[in-house]
């Protein structure tokens, strides 16, 4: 993990300037009960998607229960950083709380990698039974000892791929650039579909497209028009492959610091909005969809039950080669989840 040395060496020799100054920013500090509790919230979409309302919700909540005590800022649409830095920053203690797709954090546990299985889960009630269940609960605990304490899984919702030629059969990806997200199992599900997976940062998809650095990419309904990748992109293939999902996590030095009538609070208000959220995460896609077809500046492709089978074939080779990796018991509980009616 090269940013995790290079952040090491940097913080080393922060802490050595700072240490007669009684401090090493890598402490998130304790609030005395004079201190405004400042929680810096950065996501990478618009404001409309599930999660930009869904941050809005928390920073109004918190701060209505706490007032001039929890100061919650929200920066939506990369503007602060991208994921990869804010993953980063939460670790050293530099922002207090992140909802980043559980794709993102590949380099820190294998047993994510489930939710990027292709084809897996049919749909978010599937992923839903999932995440409430108990292998669920117990992978929102499962990156507490690496500095990120799971207060909840957000959805985004399910997946679709878009390119500047039409995607119905796997052949049609053939040697095609696909933007995707830096995860090993999506770089293999790109592979086995006989395209070229380049791992990108959410803010520089846009330009990619725009320039031609990428031909393709999936994503979801909410993503997909939020970002107006429509603009750039001609055809969209309703496949629904995938998931796009979050981890809303905290440190856990910054969460524990916190007087106990405030953490207990937040968590109340982060449970709150969860529920919100995931509530509202089916009918905000259901709606960007909508706006895509009246925005009538693009093509968007349903397939038969027959050329879905054909992409599910293509990329079915994936789930073994990742199967060690994530475990057969946490497979075994997410098929059982996505079978169940
Ligand atoms: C992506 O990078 O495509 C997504 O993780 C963006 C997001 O936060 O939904």
Excluded at 8 to 37: E, F, N, Q, Y
Aim: hydrophobic share 40%; proline share 5%.
């Amino acid at each position: 993990m090269i940013w995790t040395v290079n952040r090491l060496a940097h913080k080393v020799l922060t802490c050595v300037a700072a240490a007669c100054l009684g401090g090493c920013g890598g402490d998130p500090g304790t609030p005395t009960t004079h201190d405004v509790i400042v929680i810096k919230f950065p996501h990478v979409v618009a404001p409309g998607t599930p999660k930009g309302q869904a941050a809005a919700r928390f920073e109004e909540l918190a701060e209505a229960r706490f007032p001039g005590r929890v100061d919650v800022e929200v920066y939506p649409s990369a503007q602060l950083m991208n994921d990869d830095d804010s993953i980063e920053a939460l670790a050293f203690g530099e922002i207090q709380m992140i909802a980043v797709s559980l794709s993102k954090f590949d380099r820190l546990t294998h047993a994510f990698q489930v939710f990027d299985l292709p084809f897996l889960f049919p749909d978010i009630a599937a992923v839903e039974r999932f995440q409430r269940g108990p292998t669920g609960r117990q992978l929102l605990a499962t990156l507490a000892d690496e500095g990120f304490l799971g207060l909840g899984f957000w959805h985004n919702g399910m997946k679709h791929f878009g390119a500047g030629n039409p995607l119905r059969s796997p052949q049609d990806a053939d040697g095609l650039k696909f933007r995707i997200m830096e995860s090993d199992v999506l770089q293999a599900q790109i592979e086995a579909i006989g395209g070229n997976p380049q791992k990108m940062a959410y803010g520089e998809v846009y330009q990619a497209l725009q320039t031609g650095a990428i031909d393709a990419q999936e994503n979801t309904w909410s993503n997909i028009y939020s970002s107006k990748f429509y603009e750039v992109q001609p055809y969209f293939t309703v496949t629904n492959h995938g998931y796009v999902g979050y981890l809303v996590a905290v440190n856990p030095s910054f969460w524990n610091s916190l007087p106990d009538d405030v953490r207990t609070g937040l968590e109340e208000i982060v449970a709150e909005v969860s529920e919100w959220e995931n509530a509202q995460s089916i009918a905000i896609n259901e709606q960007s969809l909508a706006r895509l077809r009246d925005s009538e500046r693009t093509t968007i492709l349903e397939l038969s039950d027959e050329e879905l089978t054909a992409w599910r074939t293509a990329v079915a080779p994936v789930w073994d080669e990742f199967a060690d990796n994530i475990g057969s018991e946490i497979i075994e509980a997410a098929r059982g989840a996505a079978t169940v009616d």
